[in-house]
């Protein structure tokens, strides 16, 4: 069956936790603190698999988490980090947050794309000590791995897109120029899935064409197969429109020409400004007058036109050396470039509630919606630490702090974030 779209839940590995010890050796008195870091959790990692043509494996698997960092031990030992976990995908999958639409990575080459990253291990108890505070008995636990819900969205690559109505000779071209073998036969959807050809022209030159299956009127709609498959022409570089010049099954090839070119238009506009052709086939079955007609009618809205029987591969030769000396003059296969994440706000949020706790003498904040915060600010940038400082001041962090007996110079820990209270 072919799959191509699926909808999952994957999570990332949150960070080990930092430990808590004390370096005990005889003769070693007042050793000190030697609690190591928590390891990295498992990111979440896209890989093409040439292999792969469909996404119907995710329909029987819909959650992918990674595994967690191994905390910290003692003698600072550091956590092991967390094995990534590595999603196999056919070429040409598009990951999309399901909530908003936005591109996570385009897997189309063959180099890994890391998705959701793993959240960072936590510190030992090595890092907090002072001069002050020679015996910290905490430590800090690994901060979560991001999560997300996505959509899987397969994208055939070719370099050419076979587009008409059923039954007008697409499969069949795709058969006779290339080492495809679609099915074949004399009634409409005999091809229910995009078939792939590789078309050689010799001297290493080659191009991919993909007949797109289930173009009838409405298909922009969901008529036919055509909104399921439509979305596979997105990437083509240029189209080849098979029209039945004979106009064998009752219907006027003009009218289907314009009805598949609105179809394309309704789907996505974009599609109509595209490179393309027209191939008249089954010219054994026209007479010389509809053939000529219809040259005139095409020619003069600007396309080329090829007469064409695809059965007995006549003609097709120099339209496959149009079909090259096109591509040669197109920019590459569209490649959807991953859109970062947006800033969040603390506005942004609903419930700013936030939890302050005192652990030996280190004042600590959690709070899930200021974490989110925190990741869209600068440390180091002077504007982005005034705003960070007012979202506390605005969103009564501060003022829990003070409730909490925190005061002058005593410090202050928001996950990775640690600095002197200021009063």
């Known amino acids: 069956m072919f799959v191509d779209t699926a909808k999952i839940y994957i999570k990332a590995g949150d960070g080990g936790d930092g430990a808590v010890s004390f370096h005990r050796e005889k003769y070693v008195a007042a050793g000190g603190p030697d609690g190591g870091d928590g390891g990295r959790g498992g990111n979440v990692v896209f890989v093409a698999d040439t292999n792969l043509s469909t996404l119907a494996d995710f329909r029987y698997k819909r959650k992918y988490l990674a595994k967690k960092g191994e905390n910290g031990r003692g003698g600072r030992c550091r956590g092991k980090n967390a094995e990534d976990l590595i999603i196999r995908v056919p070429l040409g999958t598009l990951v999309k947050e399901e909530e908003t639409g936005r591109v996570l990575a385009d897997v189309s080459s063959s180099e890994p794309y890391i998705v959701a990253r793993g959240g960072k291990g936590g510190w030992g108890n090595p890092h907090f000590a002072t001069p002050v505070r020679q015996v910290p008995r905490f430590a800090k636990p690994g901060l979560p791995g991001e999560e997300f819900n996505v959509t899987l969205e397969l994208k055939l690559l070719a370099d050419v897109g076979l587009v008409g109505f059923p039954n007008v000779g697409k499969s069949t071209l795709v058969s006779v120029v290339s080492q495809a073998k679609p099915l074949i036969a004399n009634y409409h959807f005999t091809t229910i899935t995009p078939v792939l050809g590789v078309v050689s022209m010799g001297e290493g030159s080659s191009f991919v064409m993909a007949d797109i299956p289930g173009l009838i009127e409405g298909a922009w709609q969901g008529t036919g197969l055509g909104h399921q498959f439509l979305r596979h022409i997105e990437r083509c570089r240029m189209l080849v429109h098979i029209v039945d010049v004979s106009g064998s099954e ?10 598949i070119n609105n179809e394309l238009k309704k789907f996505n506009p974009e599609l109509a400004e595209r490179p393309m052709i027209v191939a008249g086939n089954k010219c054994d079955m026209a007479t010389d007058e509809q053939i000529a007609d219809f040259k005139a009618y095409v020619e003069a809205q600007g396309y080329d036109f090829f007469p ?116």
């Not at 706790?357 to 600010?377: P, R």
């Not at 962090?397 to 409730?403: E, K, T």
């Open 250 to 259: 009752g219907r006027d090839p003009k009218e289907d020409f314009e009805t």
């Open 308 to 423: 064409i029987m695809a059965a007995i591969r006549y003609d097709v030769d120099p339209m496959l050396n149009k079909i090259r000396e096109m591509l040669s003059k197109l920019p590459p296969i569209t490649h959807y470039e991953a859109e970062p994440a947006p800033i969040v706000t603390a506005e942004d949020f609903e419930d700013h509630s936030v939890t302050v706790k005192n652990v030996n003498g280190i004042y600590t904040v959690e709070a899930d919606w200021l974490l989110q915060v925190m990741k869209g600010i600068n440390f180091d940038d002077y504007e982005s630490l005034n705003y960070f400082q007012k979202v506390l001041i605005d969103n009564g962090v501060i003022d829990a702090l003070r409730a909490k007996g925190c005061g002058e110079g005593d410090t202050v820990s928001i996950y990775e974030l640690e600095f002197d209270f200021v009063d």
